[in-house]
């Protein structure tokens, strides 16, 4: 689907029409700018690698450089490739964000934030063991038995236990884009997306 590469800039709210108050997630879109035209002849499929967010010289490979330099921009941050894009599409035009319009809907794709190591309460909601009373004083949020003793005397591949929360890839679908600031390449699309303040998107229609 096609799209485009954005930043999260916050969350605020604002009112519709109706007056219902709505929770927006604050999106910079663009400006995008084409640096690939990927062709069935010279790829074997058709897309379009869009480039996001400029970064200086010193950060970045000879190779990204003179890639950069046949679409005539500057160093950027984030390429992503898009499927089915306008086919009239050239190497070095660019993308804002008034390629979305108020009401579409959206997926939006980013990456969580990291929690770190998490017992089995936080990662997977368990109620914790037992009462606070009756002589039990320890091991209150510890996750209860492993299995059966006897068979299969080993813990079930799944099972639910303490490890690494966040820092994973998540894809939010069918969010409405309820404002679009084309001026300053905003987006406000309702809900929340992945990721902390800062972090780059992937917004798809």
Known sequence: MPGLIGKKIGMTSLF??????????????????????????????????????????????????????????????????????????????ILRADFFTTDDFVEVKGKTKGKGFQGVIKRHNFSGVG???????????????????????RVWKGKRMAGHLGNENIKIFNLQVMKVIPENNILMVKGAVPGSVGSYLIIEK
């Not at 320890?138 to 299969?152: E, K, T, V």
């Open 131 to 153: 009462g606070q009373t009756h002589g039990q004083h320890n091991r209150l949020r510890a996750p209860g038995s492993m299995g059966a003793s006897s068979f299969p005397s």
């Open 16 to 93: 519709t029409e109706e007056g219902k108050y709505v929770p927006v997630t604050i999106i910079e879109a663009g400006p995008c700018v084409v640096t690939q035209v990927k062709t069935i002849d010279n790829d074997g499929y058709h897309a379009i690698q869009i480039a996001f967010h400029d970064k200086k010289e010193k950060h970045c490979t000879k190779a990204l450089l003179g890639h950069f330099k046949k679409a005539n921009t500057t160093p950027k941050s984030k390429l992503y490739e898009f499927k089915d894009f306008d086919s009239s599409l050239k190497l070095g035009d």
